[in-house]
Nanobody, 125 residues
Framework: QVQLVESGGGLVQAGGSLRLSCAASGRTFGSYAMGWFRQAPGKEREFVAAISWNGGSTYYADSVKGRFTISRDNTKNPVYLLMSRLKPEDTAVYYC??????????????????WGQGTLVTVSS
């Protein structure tokens, strides 16, 4: 059974930084593009960042561009998200997922129907 486990969330003041990690079990995702998504209270889940299977290409939502950095190490955890200059509006539960692909001009879509438990990021003002 495929399982994705996110970690690294917490409470941080506005302007601070956090690094999220995503670990996979049940299969490897070294040949897949990977992405981060988030869901704020009362809102739908939204795309945050994506990275190609070899780490050569990255793609970000406009709301986090220049502040967040996605990376991967296929020998360890599949994907990381370094979040800097955090804002209260970044408060959400963050999830990772494999991606169906990265197509220029189109928002990356999750590949797996099952999501992990996510990791909560709370940014105080």
């Amino acid at each position: 059974q495929v399982q994705l486990v996110e970690s690294g969330g917490g409470l941080v003041q506005a302007g601070g930084s956090l690094r999220l990690s995503c670990a996979a079990s049940g299969r490897t995702f070294g040949s897949y593009a990977m992405g981060w998504f988030r869901q704020a209270p009362g809102k739908e889940r939204e795309f945050v960042a994506a990275i190609s299977w070899n780490g050569g290409s990255t793609y970000y939502a406009d709301s986090v561009k220049g502040r967040f950095t996605i990376s991967r190490d296929n020998t360890k955890n599949p994907v990381y998200l370094l979040m800097s200059r955090l804002k209260p509006e970044d408060t959400a539960v963050y999830y990772c997922n494999a991606l169906a692909g990265i197509v220029a001009g189109k928002t990356p879509q999750p590949l797996l129907d099952t999501w992990g438990q996510g990791t909560l990021v709370t940014v105080s003002s």
